[in-house]
T-cell receptor, first 118, second 111 residues
């Protein structure tokens, strides 16, 4: 089975610009989450998508938005980039059933997109 | 406010030594996961603990979930250089299964 793939691997943007990051979920997974990991920190939850709808959001402003497509792949969009947005952006996928997240089922993470805002 | 506190933040030991990493919270989680992350890579799941008091072993790694499901520990026996990496604990919250990560413990095992 294929794992989670993210593109691009590295990106440099100028403050004020917009960026789109892409994620293909692991085969058989239907739920995608996005995390921001600043240098020396643990990942911070941005939001999660299930059945093409956002079903959970962390403490991030509205300029962070996303999409999930029918094939379960996902995009993270960030508008009006700020210097503090420089970080590793991680995508993770899992399988969620009708009863919600399965407590004993973990997430598969991609290798991330390293975004640098200058 | 960091919901999950990990300690120590940094750990540098010699090959063959034992170590314990702690993950503490004032919140109750439905389950807790431990991940290992290497530079330039995403976190890789090591284990999920679900039941209070649960102990799981993965070769030389022993994971324990506190009785109240608020804290956890990771014990490594006879550490090897290949164990070097960032160890992250993550509490699972809500029916959506959102992960709340600690800051991580950066482990360096010297030959």
């Amino acid at each position: 089975e294929t794992g989670v793939t993210q593109s691009p691997t590295h990106l440099i943007k100028t403050r004020g610009q917009q960026v789109t990051l892409r994620c293909s979920s692991q085969s058989g997974h239907n739920t995608v989450s996005w995390y921001q990991q600043a240098l020396g920190q643990g990942p911070q939850f941005i939001f999660q998508y299930y059945r093409e709808e956002e079903n959970g959001r962390g403490n991030f402003p509205p300029r962070f938005s996303g999409l999930q497509f029918p094939n379960y792949s996902s995009e993270l969009n960030v508008n009006a980039l700020e210097l503090d947005d420089s970080a590793l952006y991680l995508c993770a996928s899992t399988l969620t059933g009708g009863g919600g997240y399965r407590r004993n089922y973990g997430y598969t993470f991609g290798s991330g997109t390293r975004l640098t805002v200058v | 406010t960091q919901l999950l506190e990990q300690s120590p933040q940094f750990l540098s030991i010699q090959e063959g030594e034992n170590l314990t990493v702690y993950c503490n919270s004032s919140s109750v989680f439905s389950s807790l996961q431990w991940y290992r992350q290497e530079p330039g890579e995403g976190p890789v799941l090591l284990v999920t603990v679900v039941t209070g008091g649960e102990v799981k072993k993965l070769k030389r790694l022993t994971f324990q979930f506190g009785d109240a499901r608020k804290d956890s520990s990771l014990h490594i026996t006879a550490a090897q250089p290949g164990d070097t990496g960032l160890y992250l604990c993550a509490g699972v919250r809500g029916s959506q299964g959102n992960l709340i990560f600690g800051k991580g413990t950066k482990l360096s095992v010297k030959p």
